[in-house]
Structure formats: structure tokens, C-alpha cells
């Protein structure tokens, strides 16, 4: 089977990489093993960890830094364009050009976000709190929502919390057994009629307040159920983000790849890249462990596996490599180097990942491949948790990278 890009890797690089090259009239396939980051995502794409304006942040990045090797300008100018690009897969993101705001954790506290989900509390870049009083509702028997420590953190900022607990008959069975209490399970639950009896129970609890805080257990697949629930309240509603699963993630994840296949590009879900066809300095095809007797070829590849998290990146006790081709990978060669015993230090290993040159492009024991590019985490040269970029290295590179693929530079 021949395509013009074949991804491999289907979490927010992969598919973003994807929306851009299909968009653009390139016929795509990707390939993706299973879970991704975003089945664990906070509700905010973070850029950089500077609390108000990034640019000037930005240009004190290292030069190893991906947003340094594209360029402070075309950093910024990709940037730019992401909310609209979200939107043409029906996800609505709320941010200030050039400027971070504030999400709120789980924990209560506030921590630097450039784009943040529609419908997910956030504070301005100023860090004035939007209410003086919230009604902090959590579902009985939730136990990956801690509203204890959320009501702990916002009473510091000023806000006054009142604790709310939502009883729902249709929840019942999900309680009889801790393991069925999931954010997903729940998200499945909190459906139809029963949003009606939800919304009477958060209006009664919550009248007097500015606004109702939910744990963001509603809407799987879009966000339908969610405005539903608005939509019968006079008081504002806005969900903070739960422990994992993440259900704004999964579904930023269905949506993105929904967009993906309605421009007509083919997803292989469950599948896992295992050899490639190597011709020269140029990958010619792959295999997949489910199609083991058939190769799929195309013009260009994208390298977006992960970092560690999703193996796309592993560690033997003597090496680290790139697990899908053997590729060139940026890491300190002495173990007791890739690491700091303290664990909130910035740890090195973060940085490490696929080399490449000024295009993206990786390379095979010092040899640039001509047509197969990396992007996203599985990238080297910088810490997503320290630098608080991880989802804007994901996005901007792989819209650079697709940029490069579909106009030829
Ligand atoms: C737990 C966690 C939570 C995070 N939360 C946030 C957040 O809230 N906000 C933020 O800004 N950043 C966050 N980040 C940073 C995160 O890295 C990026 O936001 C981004 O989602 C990473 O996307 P990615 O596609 O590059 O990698 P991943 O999300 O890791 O996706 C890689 C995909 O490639 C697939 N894959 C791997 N090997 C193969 C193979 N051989 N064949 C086929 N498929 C393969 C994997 O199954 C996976 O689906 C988080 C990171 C982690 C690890």
C-alpha cells in the first residue's frame, strides 16, 4: 500500500501532524500502538513555564531547545495559528496571544498554560481569581478527585469553597466495586436524563455561588453532554481536571483522530511499527507486528512514538535507543549521569531522545535519512515537565515538520 506520509505514533503529535498533511492534499496513514499522553492531559496544552508573557522566555531557551532550532519568529507564528486549528476539529481552546494563564491543578494550585480547554477553570494571566465563592461538587465514591486539596488550594487564593457531594442513583452500580469508579465509567454514566437530576442537584447547592466546580468526568466522545448540563444551569459550570484516565484527553484524542478520517486519511489503531525498509539514506517502507507480511510505503515518514512513557524512546542499564529503527539518539553515555537522586530536581534523561538535523530529519549511525523526520517528545534537547512545554513541542513540531513534508523545504 502506498501513501505520500505514514506517521507512526497516533497521540497529539502523530494526529496533529496528520490533520496538517491531509488539509493540505496529502494522502496519510498512521500507524499507532495504543495510549498516549493525552489519556493522562490536564485540560491545558502548556508552551513554556513563564507565568504572563513567553516571547521574551522563549529566546532564552538552549540552542538544543526545539522551539530555538525552528526560530523564536516561526515559533511564535505556528503558535498563533493553533486555536483555529483546533477548531477546525470542532475543539474549542481558550488563551491570550503571546501571554500564559493560569490552569488549576487537581492539587488547588496554579500553574502557567497557553491554551486551555473551553469549559475548564483557568485564572488570568493577572492571577485574579474569576469568583469569590464556588460550590467544589465531587460524585460520591470518586476516589481520583481529591476536592479536599482543590478547596485547600483556592481558599489560599482567596476564594470561599463550599463542598458539595453528587448522589446519582445511575452511579450506584459503578460504586459496588472501587475498580468501575473511573473517569471514563463515569463520563459513560452521566448521560441523557440523568444530566437533568445532575443539574437540579448542583442548581439547589449551589445557588449563591459564582460559579460550580465538577470534576471532569462528563463527555467521552464530544462535548455534548457537558453544554447539555450548562445549558439547563443559570450558574456557570467548569470542570477541573481528575487523575487518569483524563477524559478531556480521550476525547481530544477521538476528536482529533474523527477530523483526521473524515479528510480521508487512514488510521491503524492497535498496531505497532516493527521494521523498516531501508534503501540508501532513505526509508522506502515499513512493517506493522499486525500486518507482518504486507509493506507500506510512502514518500516520507514522521517519527512520532514518545518519549519513554510510550516507549517510542527505551533504556537498557548500559544505553538508550530508539526502539522502532535503531536511530541516533542524544544521551549522556554514563548512567549515573541520566538521573538525579532528587526526584524533584530537573531530571536528565528527560532530554534525551532522537537526534536530528536543522529540518527535523533523524539519522541512522550518522547518516541524515533524507525523508524521515521526528517530532514531538520523542525528540531530544528539552524537559516538557521542568519547561512546562510539552504539548506546544508536540503541536509546533509537528505542524513545522508538515509544513517542511507538503511544501517541500
Ligand atoms: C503522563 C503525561 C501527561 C502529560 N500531560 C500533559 C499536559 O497535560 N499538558 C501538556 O502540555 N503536556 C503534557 N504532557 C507532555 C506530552 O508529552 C505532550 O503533551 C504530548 O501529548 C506528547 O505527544 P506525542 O504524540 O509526542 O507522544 P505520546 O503521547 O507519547 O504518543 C506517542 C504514540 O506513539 C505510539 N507508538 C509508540 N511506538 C509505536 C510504534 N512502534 N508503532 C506505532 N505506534 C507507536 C504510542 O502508542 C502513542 O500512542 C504529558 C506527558 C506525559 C508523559
Redesign the pocket.
Known sequence: MKFDSII???????LVAGISLQSKGKKCLI????????H???????LCSAPGDYEDALATLPSSHPYSRMGVARTLELASGVKDFFLSSSIKLSGEDKRNHFRITPMGVLKPAWLTLDGYASVPSDRKMPWKKVLVANVGGFLDFHSDFLMAGLEKEGVECIPYIINIPELDRLRTNPTEMRSTNIARALTGNVLCELASQLSKAGAGCDAILLPAVLGLNDPENANSLKARMDIPVEFVATLPPSVPGIRTQLMLKAHFQSLGGTFLMG????EGVFEGNQLKGIK?VNHADMVFQADNFIL????F????IKASSTEVFE??FGLDVDYTEERPQWYSPDVFEKQPYMEFGVRTDDKFRVSRDGNVLSNVYA????LSGFN?LKDGC???V?ILTALDVADRIANGF
Open positions: 507512526i505514533g497516533g497521540g497529539l503529535t502523530g500507524v499507532s500502538a495504543g495510549q498516549s499522553a493525552l493522562f492531559f490536564s485540560g491545558s496544552f502548556e498496531d505497532t511499527v516493527n506493522t512520532a512514538t514518545g518519549s512513557f510510550s516507549r517510542g526502539s522502532v517530532a514531538g517528545s520523542v516538557g510539552g504539548a506546544g508536540s
